[in-house]
């Protein structure tokens, strides 16, 4: 792992530092980089944004999911190619998971890349006070490598000057100082930013925008010269191969994307291509299910924000209850689970599931421990995954159920011998057993 890297990171949420992130990397790609875009933690929206700006797919990097021990051969299977490496934080450098002492946090991130920290401040309600927040993230923990500031929302030259001399004393370089832009206001809503696949013009607008933001007010030669002092690490990179899977014909393995569909992480889509399926995307708002479809992964998205839309192509939604009926092997999580109930929002959906989806005012956030509630095609019972939730909607079943996982909190999810269908969100780099029985359930449906 020799590639340069650097993690963007800030106090707390939001300072901005998805802004700064998105702009560095179309900004250093501007210059002439090639540029691997990275996420710390389970965001799906943040990655749409950094593959506009860099041209390549948009990863995540979650020890939660999937385990700390992956994290640096995924970066260096994502990193494949590029000669500059742009990680974004999650929240403050140092949250992580609830009840932990900062697990899956920026910092534990960059401290298992061995990637130099660039801290984004916001300075917009402060001065000379924010060379004392750098200066205590600093000294937090001294195994996390500060080698910049970036400041964030400055007012005037005037604040400037003020803000400079009061990180002056602490020793670590001011980089770049950003303006107020109203340019850089993107769409949000209930679970956060629009994502970039809904609303493409206004995303590559506002990574524009990003871009010339971060060329006029920051160093770019010094962010690649503190990438490059990120030291050479000995890494076997990721692959998706799964040694296990069956050889055989290709299924086709229907993947639902589009603006309704958009949350899914990049290697699910590698590991099922791995396991021997011929991956089709389709957009469930307007196409049919792919010709000789064997298998159908319906991820996350927001189906509340387009049920009348999706109930609109009663056509999809005939041959997908059909198709089931006869055996269609199914994984489905959060806005796939909502697609497969009776209904939502009062909008007819498939109705492979005897249950009604709702939107609520409740959001549901967080990493999960499950266990599987049922054994299906996918999954054995008793199996221990890590997953993560992240919803403000509810189902009300008609009828007892077959679960789909035993969750602290009970129960959660519906089963059928080859449908798997729930609200939680694997990254199926920890299981890459589950795409290859997917494959090999796909390839039996298909005979």
């Not at 090639?34 to 943040?46: Q, R």
């Not at 309704?260 to 307007?286: H, I, K, M, N, Q």
């Not at 998205?301 to 092997?329: C, I, K, M, W, Y």
């Not at 009300?396 to 609200?423: F, I, N, Q």
Request: net charge negative; aromatic share 6%.
């Amino acid at each position: 792992m020799v590639i340069p890297r650097v993690v963007i990171a800030a106090p707390a949420s939001g300072t901005g530092k998805t802004t700064v992130a998105v702009g560095l990397m179309a900004a250093l790609r501007r210059a002439g980089h090639t540029v691997a875009g990275f996420k710390v933690g389970p965001d799906y929206i943040d990655p749409g944004f950094h593959a506009i700006a860099t041209g390549r797919p948009g990863r995540n990097l979650d020890p939660m999911l999937s385990g700390e021990e992956r994290i640096a051969p995924l970066f260096a299977h994502g990193a494949a190619g590029a000669d500059l490496a742009v990680v974004e934080g999650v929240m403050g450098l140092y949250d992580g998971a609830l009840g932990t002492e900062g697990f899956s946090s920026t910092a534990h991130v960059a401290k298992l890349l061995k990637a130099p920290v660039i801290l984004v401040v916001d300075a917009s309600a402060a001065g000379r006070s924010v060379g004392a927040v750098v200066q205590g993230f600093v000294a937090y923990d001294t195994e996390v490598r500060i080698v910049g500031v970036i400041l964030n929302k400055v007012g005037s030259d005037r604040h400037e000057a003020e803000v400079r001399a009061g990180v002056a004393p602490t020793g670590v370089p001011v980089l770049g100082v950003l303006r107020r832009d109203p340019r850089l206001t993107v769409p949000s809503r209930h679970l956060g930013l629009v994502p970039a696949e809904e609303q493409r013009t206004q995303a590559e607008d506002a990574v524009t925008a990003a871009a010339e933001l971060v060329h006029q007010g920051v160093d770019l030669e010094a962010v690649a010269a503190a990438a490059r002092t990120a030291p050479p690490e000995p890494v076997t990179p990721w692959t998706p191969t799964e040694p296990t899977a069956v050889l055989g014909p290709r299924p086709v393995v229907a993947v639902a994307g589009g603006p309704v569909f958009s949350f899914r992480y990049a290697e699910t889509t590698e590991l099922l291509a791995a396991a021997g399926a011929e991956v089709v995307t389709f957009d469930p708002l307007t196409d049919k299910l792919p010709d000789a479809t064997g298998g159908l992964y319906l991820g996350g998205g927001f189906p509340e924000l387009h049920a009348e839309a999706l109930s609109a192509n009663d056509e999809l939604r005939r041959q997908v209850a059909t198709a089931v009926t006869n055996g269609l092997p199914v994984i489905a999580e959060c806005a796939g689970l909502l697609y497969l109930c009776r209904e939502l929002d009062g909008h007819p959906m498939t109705g492979v599931l005897p249950a009604t989806a709702t939107m609520t005012p409740r959001l549901t956030l967080g990493y999960r421990t499950a266990v599987a509630a049922t054994t299906t095609a996918f999954f054995d019972e008793g199996r221990r995954v890590r997953g993560h939730e992240f919803h403000r909607t509810a189902i009300e079943l008609d009828h007892d159920v077959r679960p789909a996982w035993h969750l602290p909190a009970g129960v959660e999810g519906v089963t059928l011998p080859h449908v798997h269908a729930s609200y939680l969100h694997l990254h199926w780099t920890a299981t890459p057993d589950v795409p290859a029985r997917f494959v090999a359930a796909a390839r039996e449906y298909a005979r």
